[in-house]
């Protein structure tokens, strides 16, 4: 496992837009694939976004698509997420997860490491 450290949540209005990112340490970070993820109040952990090992590939969900982008720099151990046209639906915690492995995940038990969380707030 790794160690996974979330930061640039915050309060935005509708329209606004955030970075997040996550620092990992503890393995090697281009062994993992790495996703976001997110719980919003009184909803269940749901997926956002995945990338590759590599940065290659990327997937998304449906209510994310064209408005987030998920990038990783492995010269610097972190991923980020970059959220665009906020709505107040995106209103959650935002959660960075490492999966082992060269794929890329969308199910959330494909992830065996996950930070502490960022609260991102959409103000209508």
């Known amino acids: 496992q790794v160690q996974l450290t979330e930061s640039g949540g915050g309060l935005v209005q509708a329209g606004g837009s955030l970075r997040l990112s996550c620092a990992c340490s503890?393995?090697?970070?281009?062994?993992?694939?790495m996703g976001w993820l997110r719980q919003g109040p009184g909803k269940e952990r749901e997926f956002v976004a995945a990338i590759r090992w590599d940065g290659v590939f990327t997937t998304y969900a449906d209510s994310v698509k064209g408005r987030f982008a998920i990038s990783r720099d492995n010269t610097k151990n972190e991923v980020y997420l970059q959220m665009s046209s906020l709505k107040p639906e995106d209103t959650a915690v935002y959660y960075c997860?490492?999966?082992?492995?060269?794929?890329?995940?969308?199910?959330?038990?494909?992830?065996?490491?996950w930070g502490q969380g960022t609260q991102v707030t959409v103000s209508s």
């Open positions: 997860a490492a999966a082992p492995g060269h794929g890329v995940y969308t199910q959330l038990k494909a992830y065996d490491s």
């Open positions: 503890g393995r090697t970070f281009s062994n993992y694939a």
